[in-house]
Each structure stands twice: as structure tokens, then as C-alpha cells.
């Protein structure tokens, strides 16, 4: 299959006629429901009926079989006595007798064949009934799938959109990747690998002048020592910027507040860290992230924002770790930034985004001109 075919506005047309196709079968299941619920309410009606004529005809039986009874009782009393009783006598308890026994016969009869209809309708209204269940729960089904179906269409779109949005945050993903090793590169290339050349002609000319002039050969050891002392300096800040090993080694909240601190002495911007929690967050990953978080947004006010004071909140609970980071700075128009396909990554708002998607969290960014910035964010706690 093409990827044309995976187009939205062609899902869109698929779903459309599948939806058409399904309204049409529903016309037909509902015209199913409702014969069968018709003939349920027919064959009910006949078995009420029957069940009433059962009940009547049982009472007859019952009246008929103490009747005859009586009448056989008669019969043997006339017979036995013929000074008593005459022939007519007798044969007046007779024809009774068999009167009633005849009456009897086809009551008996009557009944049975009563039951027997009733036995044949409680079947044939069980059948009715179960046609009725499976086309009402096949309509019903087919409800929810028509609203499903209705009800996500644009949904279906917007996912197939956001797939599309994915693959490209993706390869923006890999660019920055790429870009951050060219970084991490001429970091090291503009600084410990300069250092590095600088102190071993350092190191020659101070091996050359050890013997001719003492004094210089001092003085350029020392420098020596000062360029080893940077180049040392600029390798912890390139590996720190990689992962900061404080974070091992004093804690999470510690090392923020060491960073802040820092950001303060280099920027003169007044950083006001709280963290309101007595839950530790043992997650390594989630704390890098939020470490991240903050060092991004940091580095946003540093660049961008021309702000005096910045406010970071940090909380932190078995449900949910939440932070917000406020700054009162120049702003920017969110609309016009549309930091989740610029291609610069938004002042670094795209990586923010994408690190808190990463654990299922939500990001909310507000910003007006001259106004200052709201950087608010949600992640998960719970396992």
C-alpha cells in the first residue's frame, strides 16, 4: 500500500463510506429488532391467552372428573338395588355416567392439546426473544461504533496529523542531536584541545629554558599550570553539560541550587528556587529531566529574556512532580514563536516539550511581550 493511501483526507474517505455502509446495515437490524419485537409481543398475547384457557380447562376437568365420579358412584347404587330402582332409573345414571365420561374424554383432550400449543409458543417465544437480544445488542454495538467512528473521524485525522508532526519533530530531534555533538566537538576543539597543544609547547619551551634562563623557565611553567587549570576547568563544564555528576554524587536539590547559584553569580539574576516537598525523587531519569528543565529555561533568560528576577517552584508528590519557572522578562508572542515545529527549536521550548512527553507529562508555556515568561509543567510520580 502507498503512502497515499494513508493520506488523512483519504482515511477520511474510507471512513466516511465505512460509516455510510454501516448506517444502511442499521436501517436493516433495526427493521429485524423491530419485527421480532412485534412477534414477541403477538406470541406473548397467545400465550396469555392459552395459559388463561389451560387454567379453565383444568377447572372443567377437575369439575368433570368429580362429576363422573358422582355419576359411576350413581350407576353402581341403581344397579344394585332393583326392587328399589327401576330400568328407566338405571338407565338414566347410564347415559349420565357416560355423558359425563365422553365430556370428560374430550375436556382431557382439549387440555393436552392446550399444552401442547403452549409448549410450541414458549419455544417459538424464546426464538423471538433471542432474535430480538442479538438484534438489539447488535444494534447497540453498532451505535457505539457509528458514534465512535463519527465521534473520532476528526480524531482519527488529528492523530494521523500527528504522526506526521512526529516524524518531523523526529528528524528535528536527530538534527539537534547532531548539533549538540558539533557543539560538544568545538568546545572541546576551541578549548582543552588548544589547551592541550598550548601546554605542550609550554612544556618544550620550558624543558629548553630550564638550563639557559631559570626565571623564564619558571614563569612559563606557572603559565603552564594556569592554562592546565583552565583546560581542567573547561572539561568539567563540557561533562557537566553532558550530565552533571553532582547529581550522583550531593543530590538533586542540591545540585539545582549549586546551578542556580552559579546562573546568579555569572548573570546577576536574582533566581528564587523553592521546592515544596518532603518526598524524595529517587528516579534518575526524571531528575535529569527536571535538572534539564530548569537549566534550559535558565539558559532561555540568559540568552533571550533580559529579566531581572526569575521565580522556580518545585513540588514534588506521590502523584505528580509539578514545577513552574516565572520570569520578568521581554516576552514573546507564543503564536508567532509556534515552538513545536520551529525549526530552531523555539528558544530550546521544543526540547523542553519533548523531554516531558518523554515521560508522559504535560508542558504549558505562556508569554506576552514585555511581560515576561510562565514555563509550567507536569510529570507523572507513580510507577
Known amino acids: 500500500m502507498t503512502n497515499e493511501s ?5 482515511i477520511n474517505t474510507i471512513l466516511t463510506k465505512t460509516i455510510e455502509a454501516i448506517e444502511e446495515s442499521k436501517e436493516a437490524i433495526f427493521e429485524i429488532a423491530e ?3 412485534k412477534e414477541c409481543a403477538k406470541i406473548k398475547k397467545q400465550l396469555d391467552d392459552i395459559k388463561y384457557r389451560i387454567q379453565e380447562s383444568m377447572r372443567e376437568v377437575e369439575q368433570l372428573e368429580l362429576a363422573e ?11 344394585k338395588d332393583f326392587n328399589k330402582y327401576k330400568e328407566v332409573d338405571i338407565k338414566v345414571a347410564y347415559e349420565k355416567a357416560s355423558e359425563l ?3 370428560l374424554l374430550f375436556r382431557r383432550q382439549e387440555e393436552s392439546d392446550l399444552m401442547r400449543t403452549r409448549s410450541e409458543l414458549e419455544l417459538r417465544y424464546k426464538s423471538s426473544e433471542d432474535i430480538l437480544r442479538k438484534a438489539e445488542d447488535l444494534t447497540s454495538k453498532i451505535g457505539v461504533t457509528l458514534e465512535y467512528l463519527s465521534g473520532s473521524l476528526q480524531g482519527i485525522t488529528n492523530t494521523l496529523e500527528d504522526i506526521q508532526e512526529r516524524q518531523a519533530i523526529g528528524k528535528k530531534i536527530i538534527r539537534a542531536q547532531e548539533e549538540e555533538r558539533q557543539r560538544v566537538a568545538r568546545e572541546i576543539h576551541d578549548g582543552p584541545a588548544q589547551s592541550l597543544a598550548n601546554l605542550l609547547l609550554k612544556a618544550e619551551l620550558s624543558e629548553k629554558l630550564i638550563d639557559i634562563d631559570k626565571d623564564k623557565a619558571k614563569h612559563e611553567l606557572q603559565d603552564l599550570r594556569r592554562v592546565l587549570r583552565e583546560g581542567v576547568k573547561d572539561i568539567r563544564k563540557i561533562i557537566y553539560n553532558l550530565r552533571p555528576m553532582s547529581l550522583d554524587d550531593i543530590g538533586f536539590v542540591p545540585t539545582i541550587q549549586r546551578f542556580v547559584e552559579s546562573f546568579q553569580d555569572e548573570t546577576r539574576v536574582k533566581v528564587d528556587f523553592t521546592i515544596l516537598s518532603q518526598v524524595n525523587l529517587e528516579d534518575p531519569i526524571k531528575n535529569l529531566t527536571i535538572f534539564r528543565i530548569i537549566q534550559e529555561s535558565l539558559n532561555n533568560v540568559r540568552k533571550y529574556a533580559k529579566a531581572e528576577n526569575v521565580k522556580i517552584i518545585l513540588e514534588i508528590s506521590k502523584k505528580n512532580i509539578t514545577l513552574s519557572i516565572v520570569d520578568d522578562g521581554v516576552g514573546f508572542n507564543t503564536e508567532e514563536i509556534g515552538y513545536q515545529l520551529r525549526e530552531d527549536g523555539g528558544f530550546g521550548l521544543l526540547n523542553i516539550k519533548e523531554r516531558v512527553d518523554l515521560l508522559k507529562g504535560s508542558v504549558q508555556i505562556k508569554s506576552e511581550v514585555d511581560k515576561g515568561t ?10
Open 35 to 37: 419485527n421480532a419485537r
Open 101 to 103: 365420561q365422553i365430556k
Open 6 to 10: 494513508f493520506k488523512p483526507e483519504n
Open 69 to 79: 365420579k358422582n355419576s359411576r358412584r350413581r350407576l353402581i347404587e341403581v344397579s
Open 374 to 383: 510562565q514555563i509550567y509543567v507536569t510529570i507523572p510520580n507513580e510507577d
